[in-house]
């Protein structure tokens, strides 16, 4: 009887898990990035009316991303970076990202970029866990974050692992919170808020820590298990939104916590045969939102994809049904 009641359970409830799957969003337009050096576009951000990329083999340039016809034409602005400011990631990190630097011929790894309301931007260094601002005017100079930063985040497990370190960035519009995305084993949300010239963490500076596995969706052709990953954090209309690579997808969270209260997937435009890439990870690296729907930027690393298209793309979705903030 108990077995019985069991099977009955899980017919009736059945509906309600389908209707659970998350919301797919729908592409709007794609657009080839040419011009940008080797390929990597590791983080996207939209500063007024521009759109902003930059690349992880390149640390002395930002892009500005100007529709031509249907594609992104990247325009490099040069800029020059102070010394860095000592890291407190571990030795061995720190060696491996060394020797790494050595090979691509650049230091600083950014893998991410943000901007606020006055049009300053900030680029998060991987390889150093740290933040370089370029003001409107005036020099870039490195953030001075809180050195309990680190110490923080590898006590609840991240920023562990060399190439598995800060991958995401997002500011407020009044340039007061920065929230940090760590990307992978464990992957997790950290904030600090300005205080005059300096940052710091008020109640801590993990507000999120996840550890985990989960399989590629289906049309990668892969069923591994891999580690759960955020390969970039947005910010709007008092929530954040995380790009999550491997599920192929974007989540609503809580700006406090980084509770996950929606997600929306991308697997059925971005895994169409045509886009597909032969890799079962994902390549989902840069995302923004804004009301009319979500910009999200491919770091392909030159693969060509079913199409046989090498350069990076940016997609455009269309904002869900019922906006970002539906329940």
């Known amino acids: 009887m108990r077995g019985v009641l069991f099977l009955v359970g899980l017919l009736i409830s059945a509906p ?5 799957a998350p919301e797919q969003l729908r592409l709007a337009a794609e657009y080839p990035v040419e011009g940008l050096p080797q390929g990597n576009l590791s983080g996207l951000t939209r500063c007024g009316d521009e759109l902003l990329a930059v690349s992880d083999r390149v640390d002395n340039q ?5 529709p031509i016809g249907g594609l992104l034409q990247a325009e490099a602005e040069t800029f020059l970076a102070p010394p860095p400011p000592p890291s407190n990631l571990p030795w061995g990190v720190r060696a491996r990202s060394w020797a790494v630097s050595m090979l691509r011929g ?3 790894d950014f ?10 931007r900030y680029l998060v260094s991987e390889a150093l866990a740290a933040v370089l601002q370029i003001p409107v005017s005036g020099e870039p ?3 001075m974050l809180p050195d309990n930063l680190v110490r923080q985040a590898r006590a609840s497990g991240m920023l562990l692992h060399f190439n598995a370190l800060l991958e995401g960035i997002a500011v407020d519009p009044k340039g007061e919170r920065l929230w940090l995305a760590a990307e992978r084993e464990r992957r997790g949300l950290m904030v600090v808020h300005r205080q005059q010239a300096t940052w710091r963490c008020t109640g801590g500076c993990v507000i999120f820590s996840e550890a985990g596995t989960e399989a590629p969706p289906a049309p990668t052709g892969s ?3 891999m580690p759960r990953d ?13 790009l999550e690579r491997l599920a192929h997808q974007v989540c609503r969270r809580k700006p406090s916590n980084g509770e996950v209260e929606r997600c929306w997937s991308f697997v059925e435009e971005g895994l169409a045969d045509t886009r597909r890439y032969g890799v079962p990870f994902g390549v989902a690296e840069g995302l923004w939102i804004d009301a009319d729907g979500a910009w999200v930027g491919l ?3 030159g693969k060509a994809r079913g199409d046989g298209e090498r350069r990076p793309i940016v997609w455009r979705f269309s904002a869900p049904k019922g906006g970002w903030s539906g329940k």
């Open 62 to 66: 930002l892009y500005r991303l100007k």
């Open 141 to 143: 100079t490195w953030l």
């Open 299 to 301: 770091d392909n690393g």
């Open 230 to 242: 955020f390969s970039d954090v947005a910010f709007f209309e008092e929530k954040l939104f995380t």
């Open 223 to 225: 069923g591994q298990r």
């Open 111 to 120: 893998e991410g970029i943000t901007c606020d309301q006055a049009g300053n």
């Open 106 to 108: 650049n230091e600083l």
């Open 16 to 20: 309600l898990w389908a209707a659970e």
